[in-house]
């Protein structure tokens, strides 16, 4: 993976995308970057619709019956991400009303959003449903909040709504509490023991949609196919009980979980697949999922996109301490949240080039060197890697974090009001021409960046944690030669 990163890493560095800290010169941009090859977004979504040899499968022969595929914003919501989604030709599933309009500024058109939430108000429901939006209630308070708002549309804004019930199919959890939703005690959705569903869409005749979410990383496939099967038998009892087909969509939340030990999106690895995800669902449920007229949708998000990102910062010391080496780099726990609370359930591979973009290469694992690789927040637990076995890193080294195209950015933190560092994108697979293209590379593969994102100031910092008065200024902002001119 190294040696496949190294050529556009080359390229960034030639292109002046990654800082480089000079001595007595104050540098607002962290010498730290996050790249995505949206060529490897695009590849899976390919991947989502057909097999390597083009026969359609996925969950999508999904294509069946109308299937409408969904981009799970919350996994990485830039909008350069949200536009390549857009023209990928996905829809995409939203967990806040913010990321229903960041959808919606992108182009998807709002027949293609999905509103999810556990925390919808009335005026976000009513709002949601006015612009033709899917929206999943979560509990009955939603329920209530709903038939409100359905009270101030007309007929024909009623008759296209899509309102649906997220159903907890309580199969149990996977291998990480945190994102398995189907235990028992889940906070998400209606669960089925305990709750009357049929008699719920009996008296709510409006409600037309179901959801089912039974989790994602480190939720094994076929415990996620019991759940589709398990909810798909409710929709069938309604159907049949209610003499109509009142459950017009069907509505498969989670995804596929993502491998971050190999590169599953060369194929190799152990990592899960769309058409492995498709035999199991066709296992737990036969047919009767395709063949009843039901509009499928998807909600994919980490599986689509961890693959294409990777973030890269210089090494900006070196140590021993009790025997270990250590290397302090400008990321950590400010992206890399889970991993440093939860590092055995999110860990990240790493690799070590030097200053230039070169790969560092060993002739033997007897030149490894176990080390830490610690980032720049002031708490202990502020690691990326730990005891792991690597080249040994020096002063200025590029320390190059693989798979952070889902939940690395978008889970921010602002602990140490550290800045946030720049975003790049570029194709690797010629797909596409570096619209607004920064730079071209002169190494022997030419990459074309975009710019994603700026990277933060001190200023952006500063107002983040102020109160700013009637003229927007901060109220407590001063200005003084002492202080550094780039707070603007």
């Known amino acids: 993976r190294a ?26 941009e962290p010498p730290a970057a996050q790249f995505f090859d949206y060529g490897i977004f695009r590849r899976k979504a390919d991947e989502l619709r057909s ?15 109308g299937v409408l595929h969904t981009f799970a914003v919350k996994a990485n919501p830039f909008a350069s991400t949200l536009g390549e989604a857009k023209r990928l030709g996905l829809g995409a599933e939203c967990a806040s009303i913010v990321e229903v309009w960041q959808a919606l500024r992108q182009g998807i058109p709002a027949s293609d959003v999905i509103y999810d939430s556990p925390a919808k108000t009335l005026a976000e429901i009513k709002h949601a449903l006015s612009l033709g939006i899917y929206v999943n209630l979560d509990n009955l308070s939603e329920l209530e909040k709903a038939r409100t708002a359905l009270g101030y549309m007309n007929d024909d804004q009623k008759k296209k709504a899509r309102i649906g019930l997220r159903i907890n199919p309580q199969m149990g959890g996977g291998s990480i509490a945190a994102t398995s939703t189907a235990t028992k005690t889940s906070k998400f959705g209606f669960a089925v023991e305990g709750s009357d569903i049929v008699k719920l869409y009996k008296d709510n005749d409006f409600l037309n949609a179901i959801h089912v979410h039974t989790g994602s990383q480190g939720c094994p496939l076929d415990l996620s196919a019991q759940g589709i099967a398990a909810v798909l038998e409710i929709a069938e009892t309604v159907n049949k009980e209610l003499g109509s087909n009142q459950i017009q969509h069907f509505d498969i939340g989670g995804g596929v979980p993502a491998d971050y030990d190999h590169d599953g999106d060369l194929r190799t690895g152990r990592n899960y697949t769309f058409s492995e995800y498709r035999a199991e669902i066709d296992k737990a449920c036969g047919t009767a999922l395709w063949s009843q007229g039901f509009k499928i949708y998807t909600e994919m998000g980490r599986s689509l996109c961890s693959k294409m990102g990777w973030t890269a910062s210089r090494v900006e010391a070196v140590k021993v301490s009790g025997g270990r080496h250590i290397a302090i780099c400008h990321v950590g726990a400010d992206l890399f949240v889970r991993t440093a609370y939860q590092p055995e359930n999110w860990p990240h591979r790493v690799s070590v080039f030097t200053p230039e973009g070169e790969p560092k290469d060993v002739s033997s694992d007897s030149e490894l060197v176990v080390q830490d690789v610690a980032g720049p927040l002031c708490f202990s637990g502020d690691m990326l890697a730990t005891a792991r076995r690597l080249p040994l890193i020096e002063e200025d080294d590029i320390i190059v974090v693989h798979d952070t195209g889902a939940y690395t950015y978008s889970m921010h933190s602002r602990y140490n009001s550290r800045l946030a560092p720049a975003v790049y994108a570029y194709w690797s697979d010629s797909g596409r021409a570096g619209r607004g293209r920064l730079a071209t590379g002169s190494s022997d593969t030419i990459f074309d960046f975009v710019k994603v994102k700026s990277a933060e100031t001190p200023g952006d910092v500063l107002k983040f944690w102020e109160a700013p008065d009637d003229d927007g200024r901060s109220a407590n902002y001063q200005k003084s030669t002492d202080f550094p001119n780039i707070l603007r």
């Open 3 to 28: 040696h496949r990163i190294s050529p556009a890493l080359k390229s960034a560095l030639e292109a002046g995308l990654l800082s480089r800290a000079q001595s007595g010169i104050f540098q607002h």
């Open 51 to 65: 097999d390597p040899d083009g026969r359609s499968h996925g969950v999508p022969a999904l294509s069946e019956g």
